[in-house]
């Protein structure tokens, strides 16, 4: 996972956000994990950061089939 925090729970309230050509960087994508239908996401969850502390976050994504999550990010502490 990401050496910055770690994902304590399932994500939950997934929602799109942007999909096929919405997803802006999907060339970069595209290059780095292969080609496929990616997706940006978002979703909440519980995580414990680099320091040991545990929080509610909202977390954004890019997701492909058969390809999986990839650069997971905190944008907000709930």
């Keep these: ?31 780095a994990y292969g080609r496929g239908h990616w997706r940006k996401m978002k979703g909440i969850a519980t995580v414990e950061l680099a320091d040991s502390t545990i929080c509610e976050v909202e977390t954004h994504w890019y997701e492909a089939h058969g390809i999986g999550r990839r650069d997971l990010k905190i944008k907000r502490v709930i």
Excluded: H, K, Q, W
């Excluded at 994902?7 to 997803?23: C, F, Q």
């Design 1 to 31: 996972m990401n050496p910055r925090f770690n994902i304590l729970s399932e994500i939950r309230g997934v929602d799109t956000i942007a999909s096929g050509r919405g997803v802006y960087i999907r060339r970069y994508l595209d290059r």
